[in-house]
């Protein structure tokens, strides 16, 4: 028996076959299609979605491991703050937060390239705490904690991104967590115990 209403993804370059009793939805790269058929008519047509159809799903974020500890947090901003200061040039700094259940979060700075306005991890091989992180932060100095198109770009693993900007005057903490480059932000509080002296931003 034909279902009532289906719902189809485009995925192949040939659409299935019609195949239902009142119509069928399809999500394409284009947006969402209704089609339907019946003696003498068929058509294909950019449709609104079927909210009457669909149940109300809300997003939600879940940490499955302690927070990570406010330590960690002064440790990049410390070390954000140091290498400005050493190199005598504002430079963004990359960090990553591992979790493992026997030893718990771990900090590390991983081999990097630096620029005022850009940073990249230089080691991305199989073992390489860019792979194995949960959380990855990276400093703006002077600039605000925003995220940029470069980050939109860059940012398309599944795991929490993060900015810790002004980091010299009143530092502040962004956070979004990316699943698979969508993404939705959380308050930082919620995936770090945050030093007295790091604010958190969020939705602003």
Request: proline share 8%; net charge negative; with cysteine.
């Amino acid at each position: 028996m034909r279902p009532l209403t289906r719902f189809l993804f485009a995925q192949e370059n040939a659409i299935p076959e019609y195949d239902a009793a009142l119509c069928e939805y399809i999500f394409a790269a284009n947006g969402l299609l209704r089609r339907a058929q019946r003696p003498g008519l068929e058509a294909m047509i950019p449709a609104a979605p079927p909210t009457r159809l669909l149940k109300i799903v809300e997003p939600c974020f879940r940490l499955n491991a302690p927070r990570v500890p406010m330590q960690l947090v002064q440790m990049m901003l410390n070390q954000a703050r140091r290498q400005c200061i050493e190199r005598g040039e504002f430079v963004e700094v990359l960090f990553y937060c591992c979790w493992d259940d026997v030893q718990g979060w771990t900090l590390h700075t991983p081999p990097q390239a630096q620029g005022v306005t850009w940073v990249y991890a230089t080691d991305t091989s199989a073992n390489s705490a860019y792979v194995k992180a949960l959380v990855e932060v990276h400093s703006h100095h002077w600039m605000e904690p925003r995220f940029s198109p470069d980050d939109d770009r860059d940012e398309v693993g599944f795991r929490i991104y993060g900015v810790l900007g002004r980091i010299f005057e009143r530092p502040e903490l962004k956070m979004r967590v990316s699943v698979y480059g969508d993404w939705w932000e959380i308050p930082a509080s919620a995936a770090f115990d945050l030093p007295t002296e790091v604010f958190e931003r969020y939705g602003k």
